[in-house]
């Protein structure tokens, strides 16, 4: 379960939703409660912040 609420929060930072809404958004609509249980199971799923992740993508988008 909260491997997925991970994958879709993924799959909206890969979206490029933090251009039209706030990580909080992300994390709530993802589905978790806080900010921290948002944090703690992302970097535990990915072995990576949020925000590392959100750079990743970029980095990786910027290469192509």
């Known amino acids: 379960k909260k491997q997925l609420r991970v994958e879709l929060a993924m799959e909206e930072l890969e979206k490029g939703m933090l251009l039209d809404?706030?990580?909080e958004g992300i994390w709530m609509k993802a589905g978790f409660?806080?900010?921290t249980s948002f944090f703690v199971s992302f970097k535990e799923e990915t072995g990576m912040t949020p925000l590392?992740?959100?750079k990743l993508v970029v980095e990786e988008t910027k290469s192509e």
């Open 21 to 23: 809404h706030s990580m």
């Open 52 to 54: 590392e992740y959100v």
């Open 33 to 35: 409660t806080s900010k």
